[in-house]
């Protein structure tokens, strides 16, 4: 998964024609720590896809604009647009967070 350090490159990156993959996380957060410890299965799994991590923390800005109001939370973007949203509450396990990209993408 490759960070994202600035609003001018993750609006480069969401631009894509391809739908983009994206974690909202930030170092503090217990839940985002659980999640790292399953994200390389489900990563794999939808190998075909880019993925990206934001630390909401230090890109300020796009958690609010993208209405992340909790971390961590799982967006898919193609074409500058997002278009799918897991909240925090939903990507607790690697089933729920696969079920969700399955829904999305397939």
């Known amino acids: 998964m490759k960070a994202i350090q600035s609003v001018e490159t ?3 990156i969401i631009a ?8 909202f996380y930030a170092d ?4 985002c720590k659980r999640m790292d410890m399953f994200i390389d299965g489900v990563i794999e799994e939808f190998n075909n896809y880019d993925w990206y ?11 609010e ?4 109001m909790g971390i961590p939370s799982m967006l898919i973007f193609k074409n500058g647009e997002k278009i799918a949203h897991q909240h925090s509450a939903y ?7 696969s079920e969700f990209l399955h829904q999305q993408l397939d």
């Open 16 to 23: 894509s024609e391809q739908p983009v993959i994206i974690k």
């Open 65 to 68: 604009k993208y209405e992340v």
């Open 53 to 63: 991590e934001v630390n909401s923390d230090e890109v300020e800005g796009l958690a």
């Open 10 to 12: 993750f609006n480069e």
């Open 91 to 97: 990507t607790k396990s690697p089933e729920s967070v």
């Open 28 to 31: 503090w957060c217990p839940d």
